[in-house]
């Protein structure tokens, strides 16, 4: 039923007034909607759906099913950014992520589960689809659609798995239909590795323009090579590298800021992003361009720390393409407010001066060629081979020192493994700030304990450095929502 539901929900959507007319609403089923092939291409576009971060209709923020989390989890859970908002008591929920005080009924937590199986179950959907009752539907498209579906359905696991560890596997083609069962995390890794294999044996390395955010076999070696780094499998992450390098021609832009200011969103940087156009109906923009600008314009969520400023090197031309701080023009031309912050600085990424200011066109960008980089950087490091670890960091900071004209961020020259690790764990703060990272970084680092500590310094007004009681090892999973371990029977994660 839960698959049916998806389909109709897209159709109502996205579909045009001929698939409307077709069947009465209230008989649509998997069997007499896949008979044509623009229903497949809606199904598979509803796989995509739970990646944006498009207005639903309704917040519904109690049951989680407002907005994706990534920037709740990957931003402000790290020292990054604090919640901001309207105060102390604004999305309270968010704040407890925030400080660690975190409890299976936090509305984060089911956020991020619920839009990561919303995305399983309707490439589920897709995948058990032969195609036999479409006759306009040829096996080439068939083939590619299913690719984006396995694509899909990797991403989504392997964000669950990095969030809740051991989950249900629901894999109908193999007979895994059973949600009250939580799969080893070697198991959901190996489907993984299956879906992502086969996705990238039988995508395109690119399309047309007009579907620019489908994934490619580049984008499905690229996240492949992320799950090997995120395992520590550090010649298979460069194994796969060199296969997205090969299959996608993939190179950084010239300007840095062109890849959070709409440029740059079919360009050579570009591996895999979630699509939003403004101007659209019903809405397909961006919400995240009210939930981030600067309050009085916007909520003021996401506020970058002092603690990111001052990782810039001085010169750093990155900072103006990724905050507004004092000195700086907004969007509409007026001076940026410090006092529309609760710590002075707001985001600039992935924001734009649109109207209404809930439909924002600026896509989210998950993986990128600069984030690749900085990914063969360390495992080449991590295999001791310096050289060509400095070699990938180089790239990414020649490009920054260009952007600011020479003179500043001269190429790391160290010969000491420690000393590289650092600079390569810099670069990717500075490169890669609230595009859901650094978080993931600190754990997977063994840093969160130490970067996310109890601080006497803590000011809860503000948020700074206000990390609680400080981070705990439990805190590398988040607990399995309240209401998916009282309904399925689910056990839950140490610790909560």
């Not at 032969?130 to 539907?137: F, H, N, Y």
């Not at 007009?210 to 580049?218: C, I, L, N, P, V």
């Not at 989210?364 to 950087?377: C, N, P, Q, T």
Request: aromatic share 10%.
């Amino acid at each position: 039923m839960k698959k049916t539901l998806i389909i109709i929900t897209t159709i109502l959507l996205f579909g045009c007034t001929k698939q409307l007319n077709k069947i009465p609403q209230g008989q649509l089923t998997e069997s007499n909607v896949f008979t044509q092939a623009g229903d497949f291409l809606l199904a598979i576009d509803a796989a995509y759906e739970p990646l944006t971060n498009r207005w639903r209709g309704s917040w519904d923020w109690d049951a989680g099913a407002a907005i994706p989390r990534d920037w709740v989890t990957g931003d402000v859970m790290s020292d990054d950014a604090v919640k901001g908002g309207g105060g102390l008591g604004d999305q309270e929920d968010m704040r407890r992520m925030q400080t660690f005080a975190i409890f299976p009924t936090n509305n984060n937590v089911l956020g991020i589960w619920r839009f990561n199986y919303k995305g399983i179950n309707a490439a589920n959907t897709v995948l058990q689809q032969d195609g036999l009752k479409a006759p306009d539907l040829n096996d080439a498209t068939l083939k590619r659609i299913k690719g984006e579906a396995c694509f899909l359905r990797a991403f989504y696991y392997f964000r669950l798995v990095i969030n809740f560890g051991a989950v249900p596997l629901l894999i109908p083609e193999k007979g895994l239909n059973d949600n009250t069962k939580r799969n080893s995390v070697d198991e959901v890794y190996a489907q993984i590795d299956e879906d992502l294999k086969t996705a990238a044996s039988v995508l395109p390395a690119s399309y047309a323009v007009t579907d620019y955010q489908r994934a490619t076999s580049g984008a499905a070696h690229a996240l492949w090579a992320k799950t090997y780094l995120y395992r520590k499998l550090w010649q298979k992450c460069l194994d796969e590298i060199t296969l997205a390098e090969n299959t996608g021609n993939y190179a950084l832009l010239p300007k840095y800021a062109d890849n959070f200011n709409g440029s740059g969103e079919k360009g050579s940087e570009l591996i895999f992003a979630s699509r939003h156009d403004a101007g659209k109906t019903p809405s397909q923009g961006s919400i995240l361009n009210a939930v981030f600008a600067p309050r009085g314009i916007g909520w003021g969520f996401n506020l970058p720390t002092q603690d990111l400023v001052n990782e810039y090197e001085a010169g750093d031309p990155r900072i103006k393409a990724t905050l507004f701080k004092a000195g700086d023009t907004y969007f509409d031309g007026t001076a940026f407010d410090v006092s529309a912050s609760l710590t002075g600085y707001c985001v600039k990424k992935f924001l734009g001066n649109f109207n209404p200011l809930d439909d924002g066109g600026i896509d989210y960008v998950y993986i990128r060629y600069a984030d690749v980089l900085l990914w063969k950087s360390e495992a080449y490091l991590q295999l001791n081979d310096l050289n060509n670890a400095k070699a990938a960091l180089e790239i990414v900071r020649a490009r920054a020192r260009a952007n600011a004209g020479g003179g500043v961020l001269p190429p790391v020259t160290t010969g000491n493994k420690n000393d590289l690790l650092t600079a390569i764990q810099h670069e990717r703060r500075v490169e890669l700030a609230f595009e859901g990272h650094r978080y993931y970084d600190l754990v997977r680092w063994g840093l969160a304990a130490t970067v996310l500590a109890k601080s006497a310094l803590a000011n809860p007004l503000t948020g700074y450095k206000d990390y609680g009681e400080g981070w705990q090892p439990k805190n590398a999973l988040l607990p399995i929502p309240q209401r998916e371990a009282d309904l399925l029977g689910l056990s839950q994660n140490s610790g909560y």
